[in-house]
């Protein structure tokens, strides 16, 4: 299957700092990507889409200003948790889907811990 | 709204059951249905994914149905294994939302020696 590549997988931050989570297709080229949070024991939700050279679409109730989505490339997104809090300390995991393909692959994901 | 429920939440059996993990799913409009498995503090893995106009999906010990009339899909795990202890989660896409995936909260499960 495709690959999709997340990086950090973990990172500690100050309150009040930003911090940049990366998702690379490896191996194709992904026009659109998705970003997922997960809460303790909780399922996944869905926070935005990230299109490639577009604005990113978020749902409703996610803060755009606060997690802010950069696609600028076919192969690279970005998820940049702005003025961290610890309420934004959570597991964020991003998806691609190869263009045509119906199957998501999944990055490894990345656990946010703000202190 | 499409709501996604997963049951049980937890299973607990010895090894070399059977496992029988259930999906259900409210809007039938969806477009595929996937199974991913999650070990603590990880990403996820797809198990098997089953479109919509499939009934049913394979893979070595693992199967999976569709019936989407009825909103509802079932991962069975032939002959459970230790190493199969961990969540399974069960996501749909939508036919309006293609690559936008909604999950179920999960099946935690320990196969124990």
């Known amino acids: 299957g495709a690959v999709v590549s997340q990086h950090p997988s973990r990172v500690i931050c100050k309150s009040g700092t930003s911090v940049k989570i990366e998702c690379r297709s490896l191996?194709?080229?992904?026009?659109?990507m998705f970003w997922y949070r997960q809460f303790p024991k909780k399922s996944l939700m869905l926070m935005a889409t990230?299109?490639?050279?577009?604005?990113?679409?978020?749902e409703q109730g996610v803060e755009k200003d606060k997690f802010l989505i950069n696609h600028a490339s076919l192969t690279l997104s970005t998820l940049t948790v702005t003025s961290a809090h610890p309420e934004d300390s959570s597991f964020y995991i991003c998806?691609?889907?190869?263009?045509?393909?119906?199957?998501?692959?999944f990055g490894q994901g990345t656990r946010l811990t703000v202190v | 709204k499409q709501e996604v429920t997963q049951i049980p939440a937890a299973l607990s059996v010895p090894e070399g059951e059977n496992l029988v993990l259930n999906c259900s799913f409210t809007?039938?409009?969806?477009?595929?249905l996937q199974w991913f498995r999650q070990d603590p503090g990880k990403g996820l893995t797809s198990l098997l994914l089953i479109q919509s106009s499939q009934r049913e999906q394979t893979s070595g010990r693992l199967n999976a149905s569709l019936d989407k009339s009825s909103g509802r899909s079932t991962l069975y795990i032939a002959a459970s294994q230790p190493g199969d202890s961990a969540t399974y989660l069960c996501?749909?896409?939508?036919?309006?939302?293609?690559?936008?995936?909604?999950f179920g909260a999960g099946t935690q499960v320990v196969v124990t020696p």
């Open positions: 996501a749909v896409c939508k036919t309006d939302s293609w690559g936008k995936l909604q």
């Open positions: 998806s691609a889907r190869i263009p045509l393909g119906t199957e998501a692959f």
């Open positions: 191996d194709f080229q992904a026009t659109t």
């Open positions: 990230s299109n490639e050279g577009s604005k990113a679409t978020y």
């Open positions: 809007d039938s409009a969806i477009y595929n």
